[in-house]
């Protein structure tokens, strides 16, 4: 059985970091490309960063480009996102999702399964 499980969201203030985990797991997690996708409060999802199979090669939107970083340990069939400067905008639930090949792209139709969600809040 497939399984994606976000964890370490929280409430930050601005300009704090968070670097929330996806633990995945029935599936060959190596070999897939992933994606963090966020929604926020009242809008609908928004792929924020993609990174491919193996090394990885990593693709960003442009309002989180040099602040979050997208990564993944193969190893520990673990994706990361290092969010740096967060700002209230930032604001959302982020999701992880995993693409059936090995390029992950921004549209969203091509990901098959989804996370529950971890809740970042970013406020004073």
């Known amino acids: 059985e497939v399984q994606l499980v976000e964890s370490g969201g929280g409430l930050v203030q601005p300009g704090g970091s968070l670097r929330p985990p996806c633990a995945a797991s029935?599936?060959?997690?190596?070999?897939?490309?992933m994606s963090w996708v966020p929604q926020a409060p009242g809008k609908g999802l928004e792929w924020v960063s993609v990174?491919?199979?193996?090394?990885?090669?990593?693709t960003y939107a442009d309002s989180v480009k040099g602040r979050f970083t997208i990564s993944r340990d193969n190893a520990k069939n673990t994706l990361y996102l290092q969010m740096n400067s967060l700002k209230p905008e930032d604001t959302a639930v982020y999701y992880c999702?995993?693409?059936?090949?090995?390029?992950?792209?921004?549209?969203?139709?091509?990901?098959?399964?989804w996370g529950q969600g971890t809740q970042v809040t970013v406020s004073s």
């Open positions: 999702a995993k693409t059936q090949g090995s390029i992950a792209t921004m549209y969203l139709h091509e990901y098959d399964y």
């Open positions: 029935g599936f060959t997690f190596s070999r897939l490309g």
């Open positions: 990174i491919n199979s193996g090394a990885g090669s990593t």
